[in-house]
């Protein structure tokens, strides 16, 4: 079996760096979250993969989490990190 967990992670750090924004403001995207990082940000969680190779191809199956982290000091709610998740989406479909 061949792991293809770092070039998903490459090819979707890719997709969403940058490109991701939330208030005017880009979202970072993390695949480990640094101490001083302020909310909201991207992160890559874990992955759980299948293989399903056989004699004559490798083929893997990845469940991929990827985490839309936000914090609110008083109030808040889901719209924000619905809002982040879906541009993800579109970015990530097809990818």
Do not use: C
């Not at 940058?18 to 992955?47: C, E």
């Not at 008083?74 to 619905?82: P, R």
């Amino acid at each position: 079996m061949k792991d293809p967990g770092f070039a998903l992670r490459k090819a979707y750090t890719t997709a969403l760096s940058g490109n991701v924004t939330s208030n005017g403001k880009v979202v970072p995207v993390y695949d480990r979250v640094p101490n001083d990082a302020k909310p909201p940000w991207i992160k890559f969680g874990p992955a759980a993969t299948i293989d399903e190779s056989d004699k004559d191809q490798y083929t893997t199956e990845i469940l991929a989490s990827v985490e839309v982290h936000t914090s609110f000091k008083k109030g808040g709610g889901k719209k924000q990190a619905d809002l982040i998740s879906n541009q993800i989406t579109q970015l990530i479909i097809g990818q």
